[in-house]
């Protein structure tokens, strides 16, 4: 399929007014998490909830990063979830437990976002 981008807003929970735009994130649908420049989550005052977390690249190499909660905006769709400070030289990425969130999966055809319809009930 190629490499999906996309952009979004991202907000702190307790002060929407701090806000920034990410331009461009890319989409992946094999990283749990997503990741923001730490400078940008710095600058809107969202706290490190959770220091010092493990996570794995593709290639095998650990490495351990910040966690915080943001809101997170695609188009009309949002969510609160928790964001990674990603460091210098980290990827920026939109995760899957955000797209989850914001109720929106990959169309391969289309190449783009799209609604993943109604949500599953018990």
Request: with cysteine; glycine share 8%.
């Amino acid at each position: 399929m190629g490499k999906l981008y996309t952009g979004c807003r991202v907000e702190n929970v307790a002060a929407r007014n701090k806000a920034a735009t990410i331009p461009k994130l890319l989409v992946d649908t094999g990283s749990e998490y997503t990741w923001v420049p730490e400078t940008t989550l710095d600058k809107l005052d969202i706290q490190r909830e959770k220091k010092d977390l493990a996570f794995t690249r593709a290639n095998g190499q650990t490495m351990t990063r910040s966690v915080g909660f943001a809101i997170v905006r695609v188009d009309k769709y949002f969510t609160v979830d928790e964001v990674v400070f990603a460091e210098k030289g980290d990827l920026l990425l939109l995760g899957a437990r955000t797209l989850e969130g914001l109720n929106l999966t990959v169309d391969p055809h289309l190449r783009k976002l799209v609604a993943a319809g109604p949500r599953p009930a018990a």
